[in-house]
């Protein structure tokens, strides 16, 4: 089955503590994207990769990180949590060779940084 | 700068009623629109895509429209049922995806 996963889908941890949220694609998808999802300000784009080794800053890329060694993952960093960065995550991606173009979002990761 | 909106912000209706959402965005060079929808705490689930050279995209009781042109785009839900309640977000690609704020829909029996 074609899925984009997420881990983990809930995590509550405290100021300062470096925290990974991993994202996996097994569609062979060359652009994966982050977002987040706010009350009032819709889903905003963090980060997104065109591909392996290549990455670039969205609409709020403050305080976070990614990287992207392998094609299916594209995992979101933060290095010192804040309480503003308590939001509902989403990890998405699509084919570029495709002109289709439709976007595949994972199930979700709701961060509370205390 | 792209800007996209959804009215209304909230829609409360009796079953089996048609009904309409709208999407507005302020620049047409998009590659193309596409509708989601999204339930409580969960995942965005894609409903229509209409690339830029199209006018509509059917799907079973869902239609979505777009007239690039004057920046809008509609879906018409017909027959409404209690398991369409949802929030309903359209997007626009210019590269990247930008959403509109959505709708939140509640169908009651």
């Known amino acids: 089955e074609a899925q984009v996963t997420q881990n983990p889908r809930y995590l509550i941890t405290v100021t300062g503590k470096k925290l990974t949220v991993t994202c996996s694609q097994n569609m062979n998808h060359e652009y994966m994207s982050w977002y987040r999802q706010d009350p009032g300000l819709g889903l905003r784009q963090i980060y997104y990769?065109?591909?392996?080794?290549?990455?670039d800053k969205g609409d709020v890329p403050e305080g976070y990180k990614v990287s992207r060694k392998e094609k299916r993952n594209f995992p979101l960093i933060l290095e010192s949590p804040s309480p503003n960065q308590t939001s509902l995550y989403f990890c998405?991606?699509?084919?570029?060779?495709?002109?289709?173009?439709?976007?595949?979002f994972g199930p979700g990761t709701r961060l509370t940084v205390l | 700068k792209q800007e996209v909106t959804q009215i209304p912000a909230a829609l409360s209706v009796p079953e089996g009623e048609n009904l309409v959402l709208n999407c507005s965005f302020t620049?047409?060079?998009?590659?193309?629109l596409q509708w989601f929808r999204q339930d409580p705490g969960k995942g965005l689930t894609s409903l229509l895509l209409?690339?830029?050279?199209?006018r509509e995209q059917t799907s079973g009781r869902l239609n979505a429209s777009l007239d690039k042109s004057s920046g809008r785009s509609t879906l018409y839900i017909a027959a409404s049922q209690p398991g369409d309640s949802a929030t309903y977000l359209c997007?626009?690609?210019?590269?990247?995806?930008?959403f509109g704020t959505g709708t939140r829909l509640q169908v009651f029996p």
């Open positions: 997007a626009v690609n210019t590269d990247k995806l930008i």
């Open positions: 998405a991606s699509l084919s570029t060779s495709r002109s289709y173009n439709e976007q595949f």
């Open positions: 209409i690339q830029s050279s199209q």
């Open positions: 990769s065109m591909n392996v080794e290549v990455t």
């Open positions: 620049d047409s060079a998009i590659y193309n």
